[in-house]
């Protein structure tokens, strides 16, 4: 079975604060891919990052940072120096090698960053 | 301008109606799908096509019915649907539906509303 859970339903932050959104994902493969999107009030999902499960190395991509840690099945995402345009709610995502049409989505973390 | 069209971006309709959502995708992609994204519930994976053929229909109701003519376009009719299906019905595609590339490409979302 695989499943995705982000604990935090909704997150409010002053701007320019640092946030980090938790992700943690079940799953038997060894060989998996996790991805993060965010849904801007306007509805369609962008697409953020994929990182797969042999890539363990941290990445940075400007104010965005993403942390992945096998040893805790966990793939947490930080926005550093947080903005307004941040306001969205993100989703984390897992899929399997060997189940490769089914992502399956986190229930999603609504971020609020307040002005 | 988003690569993925979906209209009608929002629709009302009784349970005895026929109407259909339409996707369009002017990237050149391979696959197409339908979510559905309900209030507090996971995004909900209900069809995927590949170049054109039905590949995953996850257990959907028969009052859902996908068409898809042809690789840039994607349907879906509703009839004699229950108040439960109100939703925002997500299109996406991507170049295949095969790993590692996993990245999809979403429409802004149908809002349907059911009475």
């Known amino acids: 079975a695989q499943k995705v859970t982000q604990a935090q339903t909704e997150i409010s932050v002053v701007e320019k604060e640092d946030v980090t959104l938790d992700c943690v994902y079940e799953t038997r493969d060894t060989t998996y891919y996790l991805f993060w999107y965010k849904q801007p009030p306007s509805g369609e999902l962008v697409f953020l990052i994929r990182?797969?499960?042999?890539?363990?190395q941290n990445e940075i991509s400007g104010r965005y940072s993403w942390n992945f840690q096998k040893s805790t099945s966990s793939f947490n995402f930080t926005i550093t120096a947080s903005q307004v345009v941040d306001s969205a709610v993100y989703f984390c995502?897992?899929?399997?090698?060997?189940?490769?049409?089914?992502?399956?989505f986190g229930k999603g973390t609504r971020l609020h960053i307040l002005p | 301008e988003t690569g993925v069209t979906q209209t009608p971006r929002h629709l009302v309709m009784g349970m005895t109606n026929k109407k259909s959502l339409k996707c369009e995708q002017h990237l050149g992609h391979n696959a197409m799908y339908w979510y559905k994204q309900s209030a507090k519930k996971p995004l909900e994976l209900m069809f995927v096509y590949s170049l054109e053929e039905r590949v995953e229909n996850n257990s959907v109701p028969s009052r859902f019915s996908p068409e898809c003519p042809n690789s840039s376009h994607l349907f879906l009719h509703l009839h004699t649907l229950q108040p439960e299906d109100s939703a925002l019905y997500l299109c996406?595609?991507?170049?295949?539906?095969?790993?590692?590339?996993?990245?999809?490409?979403f429409g802004e979302g149908s809002r349907l509303t059911v009475l």
């Open positions: 995502a897992l899929s399997e090698a060997n189940r490769d049409d089914k992502i399956i």
């Open positions: 990182r797969n499960s042999f890539d363990e």
């Open positions: 996406a595609s991507s170049q295949d539906t095969g790993l590692p590339t996993g990245e999809l490409f």
